[in-house]
């Protein structure tokens, strides 16, 4: 029995612990520690409401866009305020916007090179190359020359040591599977990569003058619309996002997803290793009727129990019995002791470091070991992110998903249980990438028709003059970020904040046991992971970047006496 410490998680954002036990090389426990403490929430209190987005956005820098948006619709449900058609389609445009550069960027620069051998494609044939590529897409940069190109450039930072972002692998680790050829044509589209995500991007500079962290505004978008004036959305901004989009599409349908299915078709016995957990849920977004009608959206609301895709279950957020934040595990404190669940209108941000000081040989996971609280539904323990969604609107019968999940399984012949595994969570950001990419483009349609049609608005002003607030308003706003169900809630008093409680993705997915002992989804998913090289764990990578966790630092493992063992350096 081995005791295996990788602290920090490289590709992430943020600073997250993983400790997991080993015994025959296969997982056999395993805790997730989130090892950096923030505390939004204090720094919100006693501000004025509708500044909250700001603030909020800057809690990540990755899912720059999606915070803003859940911010400024919980000030908006705790004020009755309706945004205008213009509005809730540019929120959907920067939406989608950040779904697709997000699921691309994790796809080729977070999460390839736990499948791709870098150094493997040295060795790789450009014309073998050439040929895979033209067999899976028509994607134009597919000739030997530009292979050969690549391929040259990788070895010139190899033979002058200076490997730069493909430095310190686990190359030559016997889970690597991909041939040379097709590794070869996975670092070629990672270059690719790099450079097209910084176009995608502008569309959040035209609707939200700038990106990271574009502007949001309560009560509609802070960008006026008139077709003449320069300083506003006139056409030329227009027809400019229009053939970003459309290069989004290509980018999807003719790189993103031939490579993730090639990929994937090496990998198939990653269709049985990570299911984790058998509970999904998602808050649902897109709405193409308004943000108070959940039966419009695109993404559904609803959860799944055991895997059972006959029913869904209604989620509401705001009721105190459905959603519950513990912290027998976190270093947090409650005023009425650590054992209650608390609804987050009601919830406490108090920190109650137990901890030893780091750095330390291991987690006491006995006690209180991370800074992340642990979120449950009806005392569930909960997946949510791209997997939770697929499942969900596979469930409720979405036609547009069941059509591309259905395509995938037949191309990579597998059952639909092959989904619930670490492949099929990839597999499902892929697929919902596809399905956005192509309803951007109906956003887009919808917004282009309304302004012809002699709608310009973009801003509901009713109620932005806090002399017509109550003197206490409760608010709940929810969003689907790419990692999972995002929602923030806030109570107002006296027109400022007198509680704010952001319940993130990665506190659903990250968080430590419950106090029942129940694993959350980075826990249980790790449980039967093989490892077939404790100084190397490759396989704890792939399923923890399974579920996108995003920023790039160092990797430091040590063995079970804290012995330092190996360091692997990623940006």
Wanted: with cysteine; net charge negative.
């Amino acid at each position: 029995m081995a005791r295996i410490v990788v602290d920090p998680i490289t590709r992430i954002e943020g600073h997250l612990r993983i400790e997991a036990t080993v015994e025959n090389g296969v997982i056999t426990d395993a805790y997730s520690s989130g090892t950096m403490v923030r505390g939004f929430e204090k720094i919100l209190k006693g501000r004025d409401p509708r500044d909250a987005w700001a603030f909020t956005e800057r809690a990540c820098g990755v899912c720059t866009t999606v915070h803003a948006l859940a911010s400024v619709r919980t000030v908006e449900d705790a004020l009755g305020v309706s945004v205008p058609k213009n509005a809730e389609l540019i929120r959907n445009l920067m939406f989608c916007t950040q779904y697709v550069q997000d699921h691309i960027v994790h796809f080729y620069h977070l999460h390839a090179l736990d499948w791709v051998d870098v150094v493997s494609a040295l060795k790789a044939d450009p014309n073998e190359t050439s040929s895979v590529a033209k067999a899976i897409s028509p994607w134009p940069k597919s000739s030997p020359a530009y292979f050969a190109a690549v391929q040259q450039r990788v070895k010139t930072f190899v033979e002058s040591g200076q490997l730069g972002i493909f430095a310190n692998g686990y190359w030559g680790h016997p889970a690597y599977k991909l041939p040379p050829a097709v590794n070869l044509l996975g670092v070629a589209h990672y270059l690719e990569a790099l450079e097209w995500q910084k176009e995608i991007v502008k569309i959040h500079a035209i609707f939200g003058g700038k990106n990271p962290h574009p502007n949001y505004l309560v009560g509609g978008v802070p960008c006026s619309i008139n077709l003449e004036e320069v300083n506003a959305i006139n056409s030329e901004r227009l027809n400019f996002v229009g053939s970003l989009i459309k290069g989004a599409i290509d980018m999807v349908e003719m790189v993103y997803l031939p490579d993730l299915l090639a990929v994937a078709g090496f990998y198939k016995d990653w269709a049985a290793i990570g299911g984790g957990l058998k509970n999904y849920l998602a808050y649902g977004d897109l709405p193409t009727r308004g943000y108070n009608q959940p039966d419009s959206f695109k993404f559904p609301r609803g959860a799944v129990l055991d895997r059972n895709l006959d029913e869904i279950h209604e989620v509401n957020p705001r009721d105190s019995e459905e959603i519950k934040e513990y912290i027998s595990h976190s270093w947090y404190k409650y005023s009425d002791g650590d054992d209650a669940g608390k609804h987050p209108w009601d919830g406490e941000t108090e920190f109650n470091y137990t901890g030893p000081k780091p750095p330390y040989e291991h987690l006491n996971v006995d006690g209180k070991y991370s800074w992340l609280k642990t979120p449950r539904w009806k005392e569930h323990p909960m997946e949510v992110g791209p997997l939770a969604r697929i499942l969900v609107a596979y469930a409720s019968g979405n036609d547009d998903v069941k059509e591309v999940v259905g395509e995938a399984l037949a191309k990579l012949d597998v059952p639909v249980t092959a989904v619930f595994s670490t492949l099929g969570r990839t597999a499902a950001r892929g697929l919902e990438t596809r399905l956005v990419v192509r309803w951007m483009k109906e956003f887009y349609d919808d917004l282009i028709a309304n302004i012809k049609a002699g709608d310009t608005r973009t801003f509901n002003d009713e109620k932005w003059d806090p002399d017509t607030w109550p003197a206490t308003a409760e608010g709940v706003g929810m969003s689907e970020a790419p990692r999972g169900a995002l929602a923030h809630w806030i109570r107002i008093k006296d027109k400022q904040i007198d509680n704010y409680q952001l319940v993130v993705p990665s506190t659903w997915n990250a968080s430590p046991r419950d106090g029942m002992g129940q694993r959350s989804a980075y826990e249980e998913a790790l449980i039967g992971t093989p490892v077939a090289n404790i100084d190397q764990p490759l396989e704890i990578l792939r399923t923890i970047h399974s579920f996108d966790p995003c920023i790039a630092c160092a990797v430091h493992l040590y063995d079970p006496a804290g012995k330092h063992i190996h360091q692997v350096k990623v940006v």
